[in-house]
């Protein structure tokens, strides 16, 4: 085999090329760090939770709306205007059947959460206060736009009551 005699200069060039390929390489690793911790570090960046589930199982999903349906319950609530130190106000709803009589003995799990941080989910579990009502404190530190996930569960029905509403700061007059 020949010898090889390589000039500083070729060397030098050598060096440049690789490592040149070797910066871009790592430079594109880098950003995909970076974009992958800000796509899941930000609560702004929201995914929907076991969305590929819920897509698998989309037949339960229009089952369910079926069920509402037949169920015909209505579910409305409101939040308090008053908000303790840490941000907590009284989210109360009344439950009623399709003849408007309102429904008690029922378990109503509650899933809420500001547009603006997605990924900031708050779930509760609503008490019965009586006479259909249930209440449970709820924390809400963000105005804007909420959405307000609910499960309702009364003997062997379901109903699911999902609705977008936008929250103004505590005892601000609504327009």
């Known amino acids: 085999m020949p010898a090889q005699n390589t000039s500083p200069t070729e060397?030098?060039?050598?060096?440049?090329?690789v490592g040149l390929i070797l910066a871009l390489l790592g430079g594109q690793i880098l950003l995909m760090?970076?974009?992958t911790y800000m796509a899941t570090a930000d609560a702004s960046f929201a995914i929907e939770p076991d969305y590929y589930q819920k897509g698998i199982h989309w037949d339960a999903e229009a089952a369910q709306q079926?069920?509402?349906a037949r169920l015909a319950w209505s579910l409305e609530f409101k939040l308090g205007e008053e908000a303790t130190v840490f941000g907590e106000r009284t989210l109360a709803c009344t439950l009623n059947d399709r003849g408007g009589r309102p429904l008690g003995g029922a378990a109503i799990d509650v899933v809420a959460f500001a547009h603006a941080r997605g990924n900031e989910r708050t779930a509760v579990v609503l008490a019965p206060a009586g006479d259909g009502r249930y209440e449970a404190k709820l924390p809400v530190r963000r105005n804007g736009i909420w959405e307000f996930r609910f499960v309702v569960r009364r003997g062997?029905?379901?109903?699911?009551f999902t609705e977008q509403r936008k929250v103004e700061p505590p005892g601000e007059t609504r327009s």
């Open 156 to 160: 062997p029905d379901t109903f699911t």
């Open 66 to 68: 079926r069920a509402n």
């Open 11 to 17: 060397f030098r060039h050598r060096i440049f090329w």
């Open 33 to 35: 760090l970076v974009m």
